[in-house]
C-alpha cells in the first residue's frame, strides 16, 4: 500500500488518496487480519468481499462473501459477481474506493496483427499505385495529429466540464424520512474551480479547487421532509468561465405507508479508516 499512484490496476481510496496496487492474485477486503486489505471499519464484514482476476474474459470481477452490509458499485448493490470497469466507485461499509484500470498490455499485444512477411510473392504483387496510396494516408495522419497537438496546446485542455449525478438514480422511490446519499461528479476539464448541488433549486452542497482540477466529486447526506416529486441537479465551473450544461434527475419521495419499491442507497461514507495490508 502506498499513496503513489501506479501505471498499473490499482484502487484508490477517495479520501486518503491510499494506493493498492492490483495483479492477478486474488485480493480479500474485510475487518479481519487475514484478508489482503484489512479495513477497520465497523461496517465492514470480517471476510467482506474478494476481487479476482478472470483471464478468459480479461477482467477484473467482485463478488460480495455474505457480507451484512452488501458491496455497492456506482450507488448499485452487488448481487452476484460483477465485471468491474475503470472509474467504478466501490463503497464497503465506510470505505469508497475509486478504481483504476489502464488498458490492458496483455490484451494490446494479442491485438496486435502479425508483422508483415518481407520476403516471398507478396511483396513482388504490391503496385506502386498502392505503396503511393499509404504513404498519402500516413502523410494525411500525421498532419491531422500535429493540427489537434497545436490545439490542445493553445487550449491548454481547458473544455467545457460535464456533471453526472452517481446518486440517486432517476426515478428513484424514497420513502419519507429515509436518509439518502447525494452524489455528483464532474469532469472533461481541466481547470474546474466549483461544483455545485441543488435540491428543488436551492444549494445544499458544493466541492472547489481554487486551481482547477480535472475532476470534483460533492457528496451530502440528505433526508426529504415532503412527499412528492423532487428534483435533484448539479453544475460544474471553471477557471476559464465554462459552464457545464445542468444534470439533474428526478426522484418520488412516498408518504408512510404507501407501497415502496426499494432502490438501494448508498449510506454517507464518515471518516474513512486506514486499511492495512497482510503482506
Wanted: glycine content about 8%; hydrophobic content about 40%; proline content about 9%.
Amino acid at each position: 500500500m502506498s499513496t503513489e499512484e501506479t501505471s498499473g490496476p490499482e484502487l484508490i481510496i477517495q479520501h486518503t488518496g491510499q494506493v493498492f496496487p492490483l495483479g492477478t492474485t486474488d485480493v480479500k477486503l474485510g475487518s479481519q487480519e487475514d484478508n489482503t486489505i484489512v479495513l477497520a471499519d465497523p461496517r465492514v464484514s470480517p471476510h467482506h468481499a474478494i476481487i479476482f482476476w478472470q483471464a478468459d474474459t480479461n477482467a477484473y470481477l467482485i463478488e460480495d462473501l455474505g457480507s451484512e452490509q452488501g458491496i455497492y458499485v456506482n450507488g448499485v448493490r452487488v448481487e452476484s459477481p460483477r465485471m468491474l470497469r475503470h472509474g467504478d466507485s466501490i463503497r464497503l461499509g465506510n470505505t469508497v474506493f475509486d478504481l483504476k484500470l489502464p488498458p490492458s498490455p496483455t490484451a494490446a499485444i494479442a491485438g496486435a496483427p502479425p508483422p508483415a512477411d518481407l520476403e516471398g510473392s507478396g511483396t513482388s504483387s504490391r503496385s506502386p499505385f498502392w505503396v503511393g496510396l499509404l504513404i498519402a494516408i500516413l502523410a494525411g495522419a500525421t498532419i491531422i495529429c500535429m493540427a489537434l497537438f497545436i490545439i490542445l496546446l493553445l487550449t491548454g485542455g481547458k473544455g467545457t466540464p460535464t456533471v453526472i449525478i452517481q446518486s440517486p438514480a432517476a426515478g428513484a422511490q424514497i420513502g419519507l424520512g429515509n436518509e439518502i446519499i447525494l452524489q455528483a461528479t464532474a469532469s472533461g476539464a481541466k481547470d474546474i474551480t466549483l461544483l455545485e448541488l441543488r435540491v428543488d433549486g436551492s444549494l445544499v452542497a458544493t466541492a472547489s479547487d481554487p486551481d482547477g482540477a480535472s475532476s470534483l466529486t460533492v457528496t451530502k447526506a440528505w433526508l426529504f421532509t415532503t412527499p412528492g416529486e423532487h428534483v435533484i441537479s448539479a453544475d460544474a465551473y471553471t477557471a476559464s468561465d465554462k459552464t457545464s450544461r445542468p444534470a439533474s434527475v428526478k426522484v418520488t419521495v412516498l408518504a408512510s405507508g404507501s407501497k415502496l419499491t426499494p432502490t438501494p442507497e448508498p449510506d454517507q461514507p464518515t471518516d474513512t479508516p486506514t486499511p492495512t495490508v497482510t503482506p
